[in-house]
T-cell receptor, first 108, second 113 residues
Framework: KNEVEQSPQNLTAQEGEFITINCSYSVGISALHWLQQHPGGGIVSLFMLSSGKKKHGRLIATINIQEKHSSLHITASHPRDSAVYICAVRGNTDKLIFGTGTRLQVFP | EAQVTQNPRYLITVTGKKLTVTCSQNMNHEYMSWYRQDPGLGLRQIYY???????DKGDVPEGYKVSRKEKRNFPLILESPSPNQTSLYFC????????????FGEGSRLTVL
C-alpha cells in the first residue's frame, strides 16, 4: 500500500462544476503540499498545509491531521483547470512522498 | 523574479557518458531536492539537501550523486548513465526542510540510449 493515496485517479467535469480531489496518507507529517502540473509543463505549488484550511481564488485546500486526510476543492471549474493535481507529504524525516496524481479534464 | 533554473532542459546521451544536470535557485532557500517522474510511478525523490554540505538520500538514489557546495546550487550527477535513468527530472527548493512553499524548476528530459 502506498503511503500517499489519491482519489480519484482520473476525473472529468463540465465547466462550472464543483470538484473535489482527495489525498490520504499513512505516515506522520510536518506538512502537506498540493501541486499542479499542466500537460507538458512544469510543476506549480498550489498550497502548503499543516492544519486547517487555505483558500486561493477558486481553490480551497483542507487537511484533517487526526484522520490523515486532505482535500483539494475547485469551485466553478474551468477548462484551464485541466491538469494533473499531485498531493505530497513531508514526513518527519524531511523526505517528500508523492501521490501518483489525479488527472482532471474540464470540458466547456 | 524568484526562480529555480535547471539545465539542460533536454538531453540525449549514451550509456556510460557522465553528465551533470545543474540546478540553481535565487531565493536563498536552505532546502533543495531532486526528483524523477516516470509514467505510472509519479514523482520520486532522488536526493535532498537541508543546507550547504548537508545531503541525504531520497527513495531512489542509486546511480546518482549530488553535492551542495554553495547554497544556490545543487547539481545532479550521473556518473555512468544507464537506459533506466531515462526520465523527466525536476529540481525544487523551499525556504527550509520543515516548511515553506516548494518552487520547482521547469524540468529536464533525459534520454539515455
Amino acid at each position: 500500500k502506498n503511503e500517499v493515496e489519491q482519489s480519484p485517479q482520473n476525473l472529468t467535469a463540465q465547466e462550472g462544476e464543483f470538484i473535489t480531489i482527495n489525498c490520504s496518507y499513512s505516515v506522520g507529517i510536518s506538512a502537506l503540499h498540493w501541486l499542479q502540473q499542466h500537460p507538458g509543463g512544469g510543476i506549480v505549488s498550489l498550497f502548503m498545509l499543516s492544519s486547517g484550511k487555505k483558500k486561493h481564488g477558486r481553490l480551497i485546500a483542507t487537511i484533517n491531521i487526526q484522520e490523515k486526510h486532505s482535500s483539494l476543492h475547485i469551485t466553478a471549474s474551468h477548462p484551464r483547470d485541466s491538469a494533473v493535481y499531485i498531493c505530497a507529504v513531508r514526513g518527519n524525516t524531511d523526505k517528500l512522498i508523492f501521490g501518483t496524481g489525479t488527472r482532471l479534464q474540464v470540458f466547456p | 523574479e524568484a526562480q529555480v533554473t535547471q539545465n539542460p532542459r533536454y538531453l540525449i546521451t549514451v550509456t556510460g557518458k557522465k553528465l551533470t544536470v545543474t540546478c540553481s535557485q535565487n531565493m536563498n532557500h536552505e532546502y533543495m531536492s531532486w526528483y524523477r517522474q516516470d509514467p505510472g510511478l509519479g514523482l520520486r525523490q532522488i536526493y535532498y539537501s537541508m543546507n550547504v554540505e548537508v545531503t541525504d538520500k531520497g527513495d531512489v538514489p542509486e546511480g546518482y550523486k549530488v553535492s551542495r557546495k554553495e547554497k544556490r546550487n545543487f547539481p545532479l550527477i550521473l556518473e555512468s548513465p544507464s537506459p533506466n535513468q531515462t526520465s523527466l527530472y525536476f529540481c525544487a527548493s523551499s525556504y527550509s526542510g520543515r516548511g515553506g512553499e516548494l518552487f520547482f524548476g521547469e524540468g529536464s528530459r533525459l534520454t539515455v540510449l
